[in-house]
Each structure stands twice: as structure tokens, then as C-alpha cells.
């Protein structure tokens, strides 16, 4: 019975909402369909149509969306790799990721919770495993072989299920032919792990010299800390690779999810975004977003663009001109032709530009893979020279000494050092550089901001505050400044445009008594008009002086000298007499002229390019000194700008704060997001300066050079190590002095070389903004 009431009370659910596109219908709704004894309800016939050619399909319960497995996918480290659907990159073997994520689909974190999991799960027991290896000795109630077996049982499950994964991609890299990092972590670990059992199952296959504290030396301790530091590592990674899919996923999201359609008879419903086609007529309310790329049919209104164009001021809109998807309508209300839908709108191709961006870089692992794949091969022959030289030539015992001495290879070149260098220095830089407000996202962006030579920066937001500021009053005859002020503070009380705001605020600061608007009267793109204090008042461009028939000439020249200097301009008439001049502008950062001085000095060349007007663009540029001035550029053009200056041979680093900005800051050697922007700017970018202050750039760029010199010590403590325990271990000097790399020498020497590596990154905590200490 509760089965039958609770399928009764679904279907009389389902039949007031349409199963097709999901919106509410009315009872009363002329498109209607009857299926298993219900009446199904729609919102127009074309959804009524695609019901009837098929009612299961749209009555079946649905489920959270998943990975679309018909998408492209492409391997982080290796972007030339392509496939459609998901998997593994041949090369490296790490999960495939989407070359566009999808906004409704499920986040799929599966590997990182994988590693996450093991990580936890290893780093207790690879403690225990230390100490007992370190400081086992001290407990004289512990026999030596029980110590042995104690390290065997706690590392087994580390080694076996772990670290399963670096096994499986090590394996994969001799398959494909590809050696790099996981070729060297599994070779040193997988050794380590069987010449320890070996030595705790077998030790009297052993000679004595390899006696240390009453048993043959293990390195169950190597193995478990290198595969617990790999995995943290492989968990700082994915995290990043998380933040690079966000930046997709918040231009996704600007889309609005519906739009209100018109149909032609006159009827006006809310539809999923999904169901707007070309040529749909479509109203836009005050405050609401456009759904897509159109023109304008009916009415007038100012439209905020500066997301897209970074134009700080609201574009007017009047019937022909054209309007952009995901831009805000601010006032008055507009009924649209839609013209441009899905992958065709400006949106969706600056996130394509962003996903192509983004796939562009060559990672910074991949040079590591490089040299790690002639190590690896170097090492591997050498032990192999070892296992043969010793079997062949050296008498009776040759054989069991060339398999220790190849084991021996295999377990000094272990990357233990080699696998704190980078990230070590990393850790230390990324946590100074916090403390002085720069962001770094990763490993590659503080390596790469050394060598920026040329600095790409947009104007509103990043060298602007991006937001109108009142600058002054230019009264005319026989009135005060401050009344041309207060009478446009009081007709804009009743306006909500940003421009009055403005006003109203500089009004308030000075203390000047406003008076109540009568008769309130907006023109959309143009200005307002009321009665204030008994008189006539009207305040906008020069379109609204020419209709009120005001004579703007004793105010013209000075008007156009203040546009010139990049300045907005709005005339004042009382009466129908031109009164004064206000001006508000977009001004420049207090601490910008002194950044752009600092950058100039370490020798890069600025260039601005923004998509506020050309006048405007140069009026601020001549202000700052910059001499090279690109405005009214589109996202595109941007990111045109840093391709032909990468053609060129130049390093770009790319400063804004909108998402106009996201593909350029994606595509740049290093993208630079201003904290005060947009997600998608600080999601696109691989540096964010927390306040928004250009000087974070100088800072940034010494670090870098201090963290790269601080990396390169690291990785030569970490060969040199292995370039004098490697000749050892494979018995070199055995003939000569009689030399051989006992366990305990050869643990001495790698806990040596990582804290030599520690210690040496732990210097950058004195590197300052403007020198290293």
C-alpha cells in the first residue's frame, strides 16, 4: 500500500513539472501527453514531441552525471598524449585526466583518495621501521635477528600494497621504453626491499665484514621512507592538478543554468540554458545574467562587461547592438535575439583557450624524467658491470660478491636525496614567499619566474584600483564647486549605477546636505533627470545634453582635455543650462608607480594591454611610463599577445585580475593573478599576489632565483653522494685498498645526504624581497 501511494504521489508530481526539460507547468498547459495511465504535462511542443518518440527515456530516474567516457582525455605530464575516454598515460602511467572538465559531472578524486589512503597507512609503520633501524641497538633486551624480522613484517605491507603503484608505473616505464623517476624508485626500493629479506632469511650467505650491531645490515628502512615520501609527494601533486581543472570549472559556472524564453505567443517560461536555440527571443530582468551571445530587440540598459572586456564601466546596450553571455544586466530590461549558443560563445571559447593554455606547457617533471632516464640506465649498467666483473674475475666466491655488490648499486642510487632536493627547497620557498603575500602554485612557476624577461599587465584591477573613483568638479559661471556636487549627489541618490555611487560618496565625505529627488527619471545609457530643490536637474553624456537641448561649448574643451587623460566625464544642466563638469576616473594603485619602477630596474620590459578604450589605455600608460600600449584587446588578443612574444624568444609573465585575463594568464610562461580579482583569474594563474600589489612581482622573481640556485645545491649534494658511494659499492676500490660499502657506511652516507639537502634548503628562509641573506 505505502508502495503504491508513494508511486501514485511521484507520477502526480511529475505530471505539474515537464519530464523533458524539468521546468513547472501549468495544469492548464494546451501540451499534454497521457503514458501508463498518467497525464504528462509540457512547457512547449517541441518538448512534448522528443516525449512521445520515446516516455521511458525521460521517466527514468536519473543519476548523479559521471566522467563523460566519450570526452578527450590527456595525461598532465605528457599533454601530447590524447585518447578518448579515461585511463593511464603509456609513458608515466598516471591517471588520465579530462582536456575539459565537466561542470555537472561528479569530481572524480579516486586517485587521490587511493594515495591518501596509503600514505596514513604507511607513515606510522615506516616510523616504527626507523626507529627500530636507527635505534634498535640501544635496546639490549631486543636480539639483533628479531629486530630484523620486526623491520621485515612492518615493511612488507608498505612495499607490497603501498607502494604498489610506483612498481606498477616503474614496470610500465621498461615496457614503453621510458625511463624516468618511477624507473629509479622502484629499481632502489624493490632492491633494498629483496636484499633485506635476503639478508634476514639467508645471513650466512653473507661475508662478515657485512656484520653491523649482531646481524648482516638491512635497508628496510630506505625502502619504506622513499616510498612514504613518494607518496606524499604524488598527494601534493594531485592536489595541484585539482587546482588547474578549477580554473575550467569557474568559467563554467559563470553561465547562468536557465533563460527566460519568449514564444511567439507572447507567453514567456523559464527553460534549462541546454534548450535555447538559435534565434530564441529572450528577456533579460534587471540584475540577471545574459544566457547567451545575441543582440538586443527591445529596450535599453547598461550591461557590466568588465568580467569579459575589462572595461571598469557598464557598457550601454540599445536595440542592434550585440551582447555577451554570462555579462550582468544591470538596470533597465532587455529582450534579445539569441544568436550565438554552446561552444559558439565568446564563454565557452575563452574556456577552450584556457584548457589549450593550459595542455601548452611543457611540465617541469619532464626534464627531470630526461636526466633521470640517463641515470637510471648509468646505474643499472653499472650494477650490471659489478654483478659480471665480480662473478667473472673474482675466484670463488665472485658470484655471491658481484650480487651484493650489484644490490649495493642499486641501493646507494636509491633516490632518497635525489627525491628531497626539489621538494624540499620548494616547501621552504612556497612558505617565505606566503609570509611576503606571493602565492606560488607550484614547483614550476617558482622555477620559471627566474628567467622573465617581459611582463604583460591589464590595466583595470591590476594597475588600477577597478572600480570609479570621483576625481573633481569643473564648475561653471556663478557656481560653487561644491554645489555642482550636491545637486548631482541628489538627483543620483535614486541610482543605482556605479558612476553615481560615486558621486554620492564624495558628497558624503565633503558633508554636503542632499535633497530629495522629485520626479526621478533614468535614461539608460544616457543619464538621470529629476527635480531637486525646485529645479530642473539633468546629469549625463553628452547624448543626454543634446536631447535636453543643453549648450555644452563653455565646458567643451575642457570636457575633452579630461577625457584624454583617461577620465570619465558627465555634465551637469540646471534649467537647461549647463552648470559643471563632474569627472570620475578608475585610478592607479598607490603602490604601483614604485612596482613598476622595481621591475623596470631588474630589467623587464612592461607592456599593458587591456580592453578598456584606447584613449583611456594610453592616457594611463603615459602616466606610468609605459611606453608600449595595447587596448580594446579581446581575450583572444591577449593571448595573441604572449604567443608572439614567446615566437619571438621572449619569457612572458602575464598580470591581471578578470577573467578577459584567464587565457592569457594560462597561456604565459608564468600567469600572475591579482588576490583582489576573479577565481577564475587566481584559478587560471600560477602566481597570486595576495593584496593585489604589482611590487609582489620583484619579490617573487628574487625568490625564484634563490629557490632554482638553492635546487641545483641540492641536486649536486645528492649526486655527488651517489657519484662516491656508487664506485665503492660496485667493489671498485676493493683491489687496491680492500674498500667495500658496508651497510652501515652506506646508511651513514644517506642519512647524511638528506640532511645535507635539508639543511642547505632551510637557507631560504632568509631570502628577502630585494636580496638574499
Known amino acids: 500500500m505505502a508502495d503504491a501511494s508513494s508511486h501514485s504521489h511521484d507520477k502526480a508530481h511529475r505530471a505539474d513539472t515537464d519530464p523533458v526539460c524539468g521546468m513547472a507547468v501549468t495544469p492548464d498547459s494546451p501540451h499534454h501527453s497521457q503514458f501508463d495511465g498518467s497525464t504528462y504535462r509540457f512547457c512547449s511542443a517541441k518538448c512534448k514531441t522528443k516525449f512521445d518518440a520515446d516516455p521511458p527515456a525521460y521517466l527514468q530516474p536519473k543519476a548523479a552525471p559521471a566522467a563523460d567516457p566519450g570526452a578527450e582525455y590527456t595525461c598532465p605530464m605528457h599533454p601530447e598524449v590524447r585518447q578518448i575516454g579515461p585511463g593511464s598515460c603509456p609513458k608515466c602511467g598516471m591517471a588520465l585526466e579530462p582536456v575539459v572538465p565537466d561542470l555537472e559531472a561528479a569530481e572524480d578524486d579516486g586517485e587521490y583518495r587511493d594515495f591518501h589512503r596509503r600514505f596514513w597507512f604507511s607513515l606510522p609503520l615506516t616510523v616504527i621501521v626507523v626507529i627500530l633501524a636507527m635505534a634498535g641497538h640501544l635496546l639490549s633486551w631486543l636480539a639483533p635477528s628479531v629486530r630484523s624480522w620486526g623491520e621485515l613484517f612492518l615493511t612488507l605491507p608498505i612495499v607490497l600494497w603501498a607502494g604498489w603503484p610506483f612498481f606498477v608505473r616503474g614496470g610500465q616505464s621498461f615496457i614503453n621504453r621510458s625511463p624516468n623517476m618511477w624507473t629509479l624508485i622502484s629499481l632502489g626500493t624493490g632492491a633494498a626491499f629483496l636484499y633485506s629479506i635476503v639478508a634476514t632469511l639467508a645471513p650466512g650467505l653473507f661475508p662478515a665484514s657485512f656484520m653491523a650491531h649482531g646481524r648482516i645490515g638491512v635497508y628496510f628502512e630506505a625502502a619504506a621512507v622513499i616510498i612514504s615520501l613518494t607518496l606524499l609527494g604524488q598527494m601534493l601533486e594531485l592536489r595541484a592538478r585539482a587546482r588547474t581543472s578549477a580554473a575550467i570549472k569557474s568559467l563554467l559556472g559563470l553561465a547562468p543554468k536557465t533563460a527566460r524564453r519568449i514564444d511567439p505567443d507572447g507567453t514567456e517560461v523559464d527553460v534549462p540554458l541546454a534548450h535555447v536555440h538559435v534565434g530564441d527571443v529572450l528577456r533579460v530582468r534587471p540584475g540577471e545574467k545574459v544566457p547567451v551571445d545575441g543582440v538586443v530587440l527591445e529596450g535599453s540598459s547598461a550591461v557590466d562587461e568588465s568580467m569579459l572586456t575589462g572595461e571598469p564601466l557598464p557598457a550601454t546596450k540599445r536595440p542592434g547592438d550585440p551582447v555577451i553571455g554570462a555579462t550582468i544586466n544591470t538596470s533597465g530590461s532587455l529582450v534579445i535575439r539569441s544568436e550565438k549558443i554552446g561552444s559558439q560563445t565568446v564563454l565557452a571559447q575563452i574556456v577552450q583557450m584556457v584548457a589549450q593554455a593550459q595542455r601548452s606547457k611543457a611540465p617541469m617533471q619532464r626534464m627531470a624524467d630526461v636526466v633521470a632516464g640517463y641515470f637510471v640506465v648509468a646505474v643499472v649498467g653499472i650494477a650490471l658491470l659489478s654483478f659480471f666483473g665480480w662473478g667473472l674475475f673474482g675466484g670463488e666466491r665472485g658470484w655471491l660478491f658481484g650480487l651484493i655488490s650489484g644490490v649495493s648499486v642499486l641501493i646507494i642510487a636509491c633516490p632518497c636525496a635525489l627525491g628531497l632536493a626539489t621538494p624540499m627547497s620548494i616547501m621552504v620557498a612556497t612558505g617565505k614567499a606566503a609570509t611576503q603575500g606571493v602565492l606560488f602554485r607550484d614547483a614550476a612557476a617558482i622555477e620559471r619566474f627566474r628567467d622573465v624577461d617581459t611582463l604583460i599587465v591589464d ?118 543650462k549647463l552648470r559643471g563638469l563632474l569627472v570620475v576616473s578608475d585610478p592607479v594603485k598607490a603602490t604601483t608607480p614604485a612596482a613598476l619602477a622595481s621591475l623596470r630596474q631588474a630589467g623587464l620590459r612592461v607592456v599593458m594591454a587591456t580592453g578598456d578604450g584606447l584613449t583611456t589605455a594610453k592616457a594611463v600608460g603615459r602616466r606610468l611610463g609605459i611606453e608600449e600600449v595595447h587596448g580594446e584587446v579581446k581575450p583572444a588578443d591577449k593571448l595573441a599577445l604572449v604567443e608572439n612574444l614567446q615566437k619571438a624568444g621572449r619569457v612572458v609573465a602575464m598580470a591581471g585580475d578578470g577573467i578577459n585575463d584567464a587565457p592569457a594568464l594560462a597561456r604565459a610562461d608564468v600567469g600572475v593573478a591579482m588576490g583582489t580579482g576573479t577565481d577564475v583569474a587566481m584559478n587560471s594563474a600560477q602566481v597570486t599576489l595576495v593584496k593585489g600589489d604589482l611590487g609582489g612581482i620583484a619579490r617573487a622573481r628574487t625568490l625564484s632565483m634563490a629557490t632554482v640556485a638553492n635546487m641545483r645545491q641540492n641536486l649536486a649534494f645528492a649526486f655527488l653522494y651517489n657519484a662516491l658511494g656508487i664506485p665503492i659499492a660496485a667493489g671498485v676500490l676493493y683491489p687496491v685498498f680492500g674498500w667495500v660499502l658496508s651497510p652501515l657506511i652506506a646508511a651513514a652516507a644517506m642519512s647524511l645526504s638528506s640532511v645535507s639537502v635539508v639543511g642547505n634548503a632551510l637557507r631560504l628562509r632568509g631570502v628577502r624581497g630585494d636580496k638574499a641573506d
Open 459 to 576: 590595466k583595470t584591477g591590476t594597475l588600477t584600483e577597478g572600480r570609479p573613483a570621483f576625481e573633481q568638479v569643473v564648475a561653471g559661471e556663478g557656481i560653487s564647486a561644491d554645489e555642482v556636487l550636491r545637486l548631482a549627489a541628489s538627483l543620483d541618490l535614486g541610482s543605482e549605477h556605479p558612476l553615481a555611487d560615486a558621486i554620492v560618496r564624495a558628497a558624503n565625505e565633503r558633508g554636503l546636505s542632499l535633497e530629495k529627488t522629485i520626479d526621478f527619471e533614468s535614461s539608460s545609457g544616457i543619464g538621470v533627470r529629476g527635480i531637486v530643490g525646485g529645479r530642473k536637474v539633468a546629469l549625463g553624456n553628452a547624448a543626454l545634453m543634446a536631447t535636453d537641448h543643453v549648450d555644452t561649448i563653455p565646458l567643451a574643451s575642457a570636457a575633452e582635455a579630461l577625457r584624454t587623460e583617461g577620465a570619465s566625464v558627465m555634465h551637469l544642466a540646471v534649467d537647461g
